[in-house]
Every structure is written in C-alpha cells, then in structure tokens.
C-alpha cells in the first residue's frame, strides 16, 4: 500500500464488475446488496458527471452516486425509493437545485484510507460548479441498532454528536461539514441495522447564486483604493475638490472598485473659520457639505467607482452628525453617521451620535462603515458582520501615534473576529491655522483575517506612515466564504447562542 496510486474519476459501464464486487463486500451486513448492470447503466447515461468512483492502483474500490433533483418535490420528509423514483431515476432533474446523493461506499479492506473524504470532496466541487444550492442524503446510522433498546434515535444522535458514542457513518459525515437537518422514519426499511431510520443531512454550497445572470454577478475579487491624504491648506473649495479628484482619477487607472477618503478631510477649508469659536466653525463647515457630497457623486459616476468620501460634518433638523457618505458609481448615495463622537467631538464640536447600524450592499460586496473612535466598540462591526458584511471601511484622523495605534489594532482585531477585510484610510501633516485639527499621523492598510489563506501578518498592504499616497490592494471575497466555513477556526459559526445574543434596540 505504500506505493499505491489512488484516482478519483467518473464512473463508466467498464468498472461495473469490480464496484459489483466492491459494493457486495461493503453491503454484507445487509445481505450484500448490489445495483445491477442496466439500474447502472440508465444511471450513467442520465447524469454521467454525478457518477465518481475512487480507484486503488486501477481497481474501484468504492463510489458516490447523485441525481440533481428539485427537492421541493420531496421536501424533508421522504423515503428513499421516493427519491430514487422507485430506483428508476426518473426523478433526476437537470434542472433542479440539490445534488443528492443516492449512494456512497468503500470496499471495507480500504477503509481508513480516507478515499471516502475524496469522495466527498469531489461531489461539493460538483455541487458549485453546477451551482446547486445544496448536497442533501439520507445516512443511515447503523451503529443504532445496537443500543434502540436504550435509547430513542434523537438521543442516539446527540451522543455521537458529542462523541460519547461513535456511528460508523454519522461520525463521518458530521466530520465532512454535513448537518443534520431532521431524522426521517423508514427511508430505508430494509436497513435493519439503522432500524430503518436516516438522518437528512445537507451541505450547503456557499457559492450558491439564485437567478445567475452573467451580466449581474457580484465580483469575486475586489480592488481597494485609499488615499492617504496630506492636510494642506486651500483657497477655495474647488481647489480642495481638484485634489480630491486628482486621487479619485489615480485609484480609477487601478480599475479600483472602491475609493476611500479618510475622516474630515474637508477640515483644511476651517481655516477660514477659525476666529469663531470651535462650535460654530464646524457648522459653516458643514454647510458646505452638500455641495462637497454632489461634487463627489459626479466623480464617483464619472470615474466608474465607488467612493467613500470619508467623513464630513453635516446638519440635519438642527443637530450635527460626523458623517460618511458613500457614493455609489451608479449614482446612488447612502450616509452613515458615526455613532460614538469622541469626548473631543462632543466638547468642542456638540456632534451627537448617529443611530443607524446598516449594511451597505454594493455591485462588489456587502460593505461596512465605521469612523475611526466606532472601530474601537467590537458590537458594532460584529452587527454588521451578521448582516453579511465582507469589507469593513474605517475612514480615520488620528493626531498621534498612540491614538493611531487604538485604530489600527481595533481594525486589526474586527478583521480577524468577524473574518471579513478591514480597508482604513487616514490624514498625516498638519493644519497650524486650523483650532483642533493642527497634527495628524497615519499609516493607511488594508487588513485580513489570520488564517493560512491570508498574509502571516493580517495585512494585505500598508502604507508609508505619514507620507501622502495612495494604495492600491486586491481582495478575494470567495475566502471569506471558505474561512466562514472550514477556518483553522470558525468565529461567528462557533459563538454560542445558547448562551449570548447581540442585538439591535432600535
């Protein structure tokens, strides 16, 4: 066995005599049951790619067969000869949502060499590349037969669940990402060792899309553009918006499909207001807003991408919001205000905290925003996390490092908690004339989670500290989806909801 090649292929009319022998040393606790050459052959020829076998040095030594099915048809309560069509296949259906599988065996001198973890793992890929929206069968659990006397099917479960007792197939298919949906009575009658009942296990196709349609398929790899912006002084607001376009043209050439401002990158146009008192500035500041949030719209439509115009004060029915507009290349426009203003923000400035916690959905991902001092309140990003988010933008200003570092490490840890990229943007320099905003220190980055498909250090790209520039960072969202799902760890599948909730009161 050391040198043995192994093969997992489809399935053809010329392995029929060795899966024959293959299939009765497997089945002989139940009599040695086999299917026969034409139930085969009809098999093949309805769904030849459904139909996989593993070889050991040219011999099949098992097999998984499938049908696509519309399991609307057969809901979760259904036999096994339901499913099969009374074991003529007359229910595969190409057109149907489930790949289900109808069978699945290893000859027993070759068990313990995983061939059938192969097996698994070539059905799911079939499963997305079909684009079915699910694997479902009904498992037999042979090791109840020994202990039905004891105990009930569902307490019978529960144990191998927690591992207290071990079921030859249960234990497997649990290990394989399957989940039991329900326990079914008489699927399988005939299987006495299972005392005719089955699991109805499923394994969910994370990159199931309903309604596929080329032409609207969200992107798999996303680019992310953020400006690191140098706090200068300006004459008027369209020099400031000449800037700010300049960038949004540089991270355009990219192709970027998000652009990212940092936070109050507007405050170089206070200088004008800075004999009055704190209070009052910020609101001729945010008079100019909407003029600033039209002018970024134009861009964001023109330059063909998404722009988060990092944040800006804003007036609405009398009270004043630190806000962050997003700009959608499409033309629509959704805000976000922040929710905790910084004790400065509150003393000098009277910003009140906003009250929305919401996803945004793009045409590259679901998206998040929180500005800078939000990042450091874990609830918040792990909302949105429920909500689907798959990038976090953290537009920041921070005046020195050790304020800087509160941000960077927060994003950090959001990115790894709730297993989505985190892209925060800042200013560096200074604005002398300017009461409250006179220094700033940055290093923008695009950070991840930390698993093996990730960066060894969480970060995906940086920039130089304190310099002005952009950067530019690809992201893989189809990571996020495998990290959801078999991560080294599984954060947001492992919390405990038995135990704690986190929830929106308004």
């Known amino acids: 066995m050391e040198n043995a090649t192994i093969e997992v292929r489809n399935l053809t009319m010329a392995d029929y005599q060795e899966l024959k022998e293959s299939m009765i040393e497997a089945y002989a606790s139940m009599g040695g049951q086999y299917w026969g050459e034409e139930s085969l052959s009809k098999l093949i020829k ?20 499938t049908l696509i099915v519309n399991f609307n048809r057969f809901g979760d309560t259904h036999s096994y000869r339901q499913v099969t069509g009374n074991y003529t296949f007359d229910t595969h259906d190409p057109q149907g949502d489930v790949l289900y599988g109808i069978e699945m065996f290893i000859h027993p001198e070759f068990r313990g060499l995983r061939l059938a973890r192969r097996l698994y793992e070539a059905r799911k890929v079939l499963c997305e590349n079909l684009n079915l929206r699910a694997i479902v069968a009904g498992g037999r659990i042979p090791g109840y037969g020994k202990v039905a006397e004891e105990m009930t099917p569902r307490e019978y479960l529960e144990k191998v669940k927690r591992r207290e007792l071990h079921d030859s197939t249960l234990s497997f298919q649990l290990a394989n990402d399957f989940q039991i949906k329900k326990v079914m009575q008489h699927y399988l009658p005939e299987d006495r060792e299972s005392r005719g009942y089955a699991t109805l296990l499923v394994w969910y196709n994370v990159y199931y899309e309903p309604n596929r349609n080329a032409l609207n398929l969200r992107k798999d790899f996303v680019r992310i553009g953020l400006v690191q912006w140098q706090m200068r002084q300006y004459g008027t607001l369209k020099d400031m918006m000449d800037q700010v376009e300049y960038f949004v043209d540089a991270v355009s050439d990219y192709n970027s499909d998000f652009c990212l401002l940092p936070e109050l990158f507007n405050a170089p146009l206070m200088e004008q207001f800075n004999h009055l008192p704190g209070h009052a500035a910020i609101r001729e500041l945010a008079a100019l807003t909407p003029d600033i949030v039209d002018a970024l719209s134009k861009l964001a439509i023109s330059y063909n991408v998404n722009i988060i115009g ?90 020195t490092q050790n304020a800087y570092n509160r941000v960077r490490y927060c994003a950090a840890a959001r990115a790894i908690e709730n297993e989505c990229f985190v892209a925060i943007a800042g200013t560096v320099g200074n604005l002398p004339k300017v009461h409250n905003m006179d220094l700033q220190f940055a290093q923008s980055a695009v950070l991840t989670p930390s698993d093996f498909a990730f960066p060894v250090n969480g970060i995906k790209a940086e920039a130089t500290p304190n310099t002005e520039m952009i950067i530019v960072s690809d992201v893989d969202l189809t990571l996020l989806s495998e990290l959801h799902e078999y991560g080294s760890v599984t954060t947001l599948k492992d919390r405990r909801h038995d135990l704690y909730e986190l929830k929106l009161l308004k």
């Not at 309805?46 to 067969?65: H, M, N, S, Y």
């Not at 919401?358 to 450091?376: P, R």
Request: hydrophobic share 35%; charged share 25%; aromatic share 10%.
């Open 310 to 399: 990092g944040s800006m004060p804003s007036i609405r029915d009398g009270e004043l919001y630190n806000t962050s507009y997003f700009l959608h290349r499409n033309g629509r426009i959704d805000f976000y205000d922040k929710i905790h203003p910084t004790p400065s923000e509150e003393y000098e400035w009277a910003i009140k905290g906003g009250d929305k916690i919401q996803v945004i959905e793009t045409d590259a991902g679901k998206v998040g925003v929180l500005i800078c001092y939000d990042v450091e309140f874990p609830e918040l990003s792990r909302l949105l996390a429920d909500q689907g988010m798959q990038i976090l933008f953290v537009p920041f200003l921070t005046d």
């Open 46 to 65: 309805k769904f030849p790619e459904g139909q996989i076998c593993v070889t050991l040095d040219g011999r099949v030594v098992g097999c998984a067969l």
